[in-house]
């Protein structure tokens, strides 16, 4: 109806414009343009729409800005402390040198998507590493990440101490050589030799640091979950018994973070793989530990994930993650912090601290002195003096970062320290002893105060925005916008007949106003939903109220006949609204309350997961057939197959390559062969969503084809769509993105068909509704 009656408009505005022309040519102004020819008209719109990819060009270089990093790698020497100090004996210095290792060796294991409470629950899988809590040869942390929360700016964070741009979104999918500062550069220039397994995105970032037997496995293909890990795992035993041929040995582990993508935070295969994390880490740590080897153990995951099983975002569940320090050179005396709260960055310096390395140039972490302190040292004093001369090093690392965008204004406060620091080293090596009322461990509270302070003030500057660039682009967008509605005005009030909008269509332009000011403010950005679950009703029920003053008012039986369908329709679609709204929670502040999508989702109502979504389908399929119900061709075999085989993807072939391959072969046929797209699509989507959207897509096919019956405005529609992106529990957060639904009848990684999968699969619920409400 919606498209009819469009069309028709267009074809009657066709044909007087057809003869219109017969009395004027192309140039002559007309009232129909307002008194602009026709090329005038065409170079006025050409200029807006130039004008408004300026401004989006501008606004983007002011929300994705550059940093400017210091150049160079760090030395020793560029981060000693200065004056007194550097008179003082070499023999004195040396024993308290803080470039000396602690140990002899590292083994950095990153888990993928380890978010904190799979580690700090009483009820975790992972036992070993919290049964060292009692023999007090463990530090764990509850590190904090910044968004955005993928791999690949993870690691460069939590390798160079630096924040993440949300460009690196985009760079996460083709990595790139990482030329920063970093662990890893300071340990090649310092001649460690690296074993790695893992991730391949270390490989991209770090080409020709590590041994050449280092392995990487593809981290985009995330139906695997197995594979992916026994090919880290199966080098173990070799690096163990060849523990003398590494340094450092880097392990990243991504089935965790498969298992979030395909099948979800709750899976009943979770805690196995959360064991199996746990036995690999007491497989290292047990071999290394019967070779008396001085050594420690760095666990980490580099982002949480969503109850939905994604990441991307900056909710806790995302951004809090375990940071866990193993050794046996720990102390047992030494206070055990189980979830204090730190920046996952801030393991840079004290890694950097545990080898003897410098801390890489544009480090914002801050020295974990808790853990240095927690290894045994020969005497307390010495152990004292080179924590001070630790975090002095890291204070003067930082305070270059801090200087390079807010100027020297801290350096006072690091001069008066390193003034301390140099004379209480110059009287313990003259003297023997420190001065009297000048604690060392006063000192090191002050670098650690200045270092949290420039610390806090620089991750707050690295996640701001170029504001004046933002304002220049949203002001030339803005004046654009105004100037084709004044252009638009100025045609409309040119016409010879006006007639006011109703009052229905009034609320739609109004609320359309009202959703672009929300935007404005981020509480409304993530609860968007919420706007256009509030502005398709309302439209809808005024919309209904119009049709029963037509009722009422006209005496027609044609008329009254038709509006009573009308009512009928709205309160259907009106139901399923209500329905479909509470089927997946969304959002930020509400996400976490239970919805139906979770009921289904429960192990003891699978039956009624699979009738539904069997119900569902087989409703589809009678609708998608309703119009050639009178004539049987080949087309409707191929489109009863395709979609009989989508519900034994989805309940009995567990979505196999072969069974997925043959409904892509289906869908093409019926797309390309017998130009039935709208089946095509639809098969294509019921195979993306997850068995218990299936309902839920079966809902809006309805809705698409009652709303495509009645006579509504088009902006209606686009409330409508809108409505169901939400539907299927997108939102504007990264995190809500279904990474799995791009790997079905994917045997490896490819860009492209990934790619489209995933955008089908997240914009499926509008892409349904409007090919519907259009045929």
């Known amino acids: 109806m919606i498209l009819q009656k469009t069309g028709r408009a267009t074809c009657d505005n066709f044909t007087q414009s057809s003869d219109t022309s017969k009395n004027n040519t192309v140039f002559a102004p007309n009232e129909r343009t307002g008194g602009l020819t026709s090329l005038e008209e065409m170079l006025f719109y050409s200029l807006a729409g130039l004008v408004q990819l300026v401004a989006l060009l501008i606004f983007a270089f002011g929300f994705f800005p550059s940093k400017s990093p210091i150049p160079g790698f760090a030395t020793h020497e560029s981060q000693k402390i200065d004056g007194e100090a550097q008179s003082l004996s070499l023999d004195c210095v040396e024993k308290i040198s803080y470039d000396k290792p602690l140990i002899d060796q590292l083994v950095i294991v990153v888990i993928d998507a380890l978010r904190s409470d799979y580690l700090f629950d009483e009820e975790t899988p992972m036992t070993f590493i919290r049964s060292l809590v009692e023999s007090g040869n463990r530090l764990a ?241 010495h152990e004292q003096l080179s924590d001070l001369m630790l975090v002095h090093a890291n204070a003067v690392q930082i305070s270059k970062v801090y200087e390079s965008r807010f100027g020297s204004e801290m350096s006072d406060q690091l001069d008066q320290l390193t003034r301390r620091s140099g004379a209480i080293l110059d009287a313990y090596c003259r003297q023997g002893s420190l001065p009297e009322g000048e604690p060392v461990s006063a000192l090191i509270a002050g670098y650690l105060s200045m270092i949290q302070k420039m610390q806090g003030r620089l991750l707050v500057s690295f996640a701001n925005y170029d504001m004046h660039l933002i304002y220049i682009g949203l002001g030339m967008s803005l004046m654009v916008t105004l100037s084709l509605v004044l252009r638009l005005l100025y045609k409309y009030y040119r016409q010879e007949t006006h007639q006011w909008p109703s009052f229905s269509t009034a609320i739609l332009w109004v609320g359309l106003a009202l959703h672009a000011i929300s935007l404005f403010a981020s509480s409304f950005v993530e609860e968007e939903h919420q706007i256009w679950y509030w502005l398709l009703p309302s439209y809808l029920i005024l919309f209904g109220f119009q049709q029963t003053g037509k009722l009422l008012v006209h005496g027609k039986v044609e008329q009254s006949e038709s509006s009573k369908n009308d009512i009928v329709k709205l309160l259907i679609v009106l139901v399923l609204h209500r329905v479909l709204r509470a089927w997946n929670q969304t959002g930020d502040k509400w996400a976490h309350l239970p919805d139906i999508g979770d009921w289904l989702n429960q192990p003891s109502h699978k039956n009624e997961l699979v009738f539904l979504g069997i119900g569902s389908i087989t409703l589809i399929t009678l ?123 994917l045997a490896q990684y490819h860009p492209v068909p990934v790619g489209l999968q995933m955008l089908i699969s997240t914009y499926a619920g509008p892409l349904l509704l409007f090919c519907v409400s259009m045929t």
């Not at 939400?726 to 790997?743: E, H, I, Q």
């Open 623 to 745: 609708m998608l057939l309703h119009r050639d119900r009178h004539r049987l061709r080949i087309s409707h075999f191929l489109c009863v197959t395709g979609l009989v085989l989508v519900a034994f993807a989805h309940f009995s072939f567990d979505r196999t390559v072969l069974c997925v391959r043959v409904i892509w072969l289906i869908a093409a046929a019926c797309a390309f062969a017998f130009g039935r797209r709208l089946w095509a699509l639809a098969m294509w989507t019921a195979l993306l969503m997850k068995p218990h959207n299936l309902p839920l897509l079966c809902g809006v096919v309805i809705q698409g084809r009652l709303l495509s019956s009645l006579d509504i405005h088009p902006l209606a529609l686009y409330f409508a769509l809108a409505a169901a992106f939400f539907y299927t529990g997108n939102s504007n957060s990264l995190a809500s993105l279904d990474v799995g639904a791009g790997y079905y009848g």
């Open 141 to 381: 942390f509850n590190a904090h990440v910044q968004s955005p929360t993928v791999t690949m700016p993870r690691i460069k964070a939590f390798t160079s101490g630096t924040v993440p741009a949300f460009l690196d979104i985009v760079l996460n999918l083709a990595s790139s050589g990482f030329s920063e500062d970093s662990i890893i550069a300071q340990l090649q220039k310092n001649n460690q030799r690296i074993a790695f397994y893992g991730d391949e995105t270390w490989l991209q970032l770090f080409p020709n640091t590590f041994l050449q037997r280092s392995e990487g496995t593809v981290s985009f293909f995330v139906k695997d979950y197995t594979e992916v890990d026994d090919n880290v795992t199966r080098h173990l035993d070799h690096e163990l018994k060849h523990w003398n041929s590494w340094d450092v040995m880097i392990l990243h582990y991504l089935g965790l973070d498969h298992i979030g993508h395909s099948l979800g935070p709750k899976s009943t295969v979770l805690p196995g793989k959360l064991r199996e994390m746990d036995s690999i880490v007491r497989k290292i740590y047990d071999s290394l530990t019967e070779n008396n080897r001085s050594f420690g153990m760095v666990i980490l995951g580099d982002h949480g994930m969503t109850d939905g099983g994604s990441h991307g975002g900056s909710s806790d569940q995302e951004t809090l993650v375990p940071l866990v320090f193993l050794s046996p050179q720990m102390s047992a005396a030494s206070v055990f912090i189980d979830g204090k709260r730190v920046e996952q960055i801030d393991m840079v310096p004290t890694v950097s601290g545990l080898l003897g390395l410098p801390i890489p140039q544009n480090n914002l972490g801050a020295m974990l002195v808790d853990v240095l302190s927690a290894f045994t040292r020969p005497q307390q004093l």
